[in-house]
């Protein structure tokens, strides 16, 4: 009877934490949407030219769109771009939905669920703020000039921009212009929220299963490369989104590490 008991007891505790994580996919987006479309009327673009400067110095005089087209003929467009687009978004919106359905460890899903909130809110709002920029795609439109007028070319001729990333930048633009609201809206570059909820996703997959670590990895590569190829990202974008999550998950894992060795 008493392992019934604690049986019926685990499982209530499952089904709400199910109950709650639904209700939290369902507002997160809406609440993170409002947000980042506000963000630019608090604070203006600002940083582009420094991030474009800085990325360019960072990769040896070459912008990383232009290593990113060299390197993507050897790749599956067509693949790494339902990753960045529809993969993405099952994982980024539901993933809290997966641990409080399949993951029996309080511990690591507490310490997973503070990733996921770090990478929306911590890197994708507070983030961004600090150092607001629209991204490659837009810097022409929002400072003039011709900077990256090449990146536009090559967009329009590798069919990107007809593709579902270029609809969805063109509605991107248009809410910013006509400061409307829309779920999973908002201009802003730095850093990027598609990489830091990604790599959350990945360390996760390794954590459970070393046999996980190449999928993961193909997945965390396939989104920072179509982040840089699509135009949405500067690359520091994506390396600094990568060593926040990183940075803090080693940190938490080591913390847990020091108290089970001193409860033991």
Known sequence: ????????????????????????????????????????????????????????????????????????????????????????????????????????????????????????????????????????VYYDRLLGGDRFAELTQALQETGVTQSAIGIIQQNLWEIYQEQSQSIVSGLSAFPSVHVSVTVVTALYMFERSKWLFAPAAVFYLSVLFISVFSGYHYAIDGYFSTAVIVGLWAWMRRATDVEKQGVF
């Not at 600002?46 to 360019?56: E, H, I, V």
């Not at 990769?59 to 003929?73: E, L, N």
Request: net charge neutral; with cysteine.
């Open 1 to 136: 009877m008493l392992i019934v008991s604690v049986g019926l007891k685990t499982m209530k505790l499952r089904i709400e934490n199910i109950i709650f994580a639904v209700l939290v996919c369902a507002l997160f987006p809406s609440a993170f949407s409002l947000i980042k479309t506000s963000l630019p009327h608090i604070i203006p673009f600002f940083a582009d030219p420094y991030l474009a400067d800085f990325d360019n110095w960072l990769h040896f005089g070459v912008d990383p769109w232009r290593i990113a087209y060299k390197v993507s003929d050897y790749l599956p467009h067509e693949f790494i771009i339902l990753s960045y687009t529809l993969v993405w978004g099952i994982q980024a919106l539901f993933f809290p939905i997966f641990l409080a359905a399949a993951d029996g460890d309080g511990a690591r899903v507490r310490q997973y669920l503070i990733l996921y909130v770090v990478a929306w809110v911590g890197i994708g709002n507070i983030g961004a703020l600090a150092g607001m920029s629209a991204g490659p």
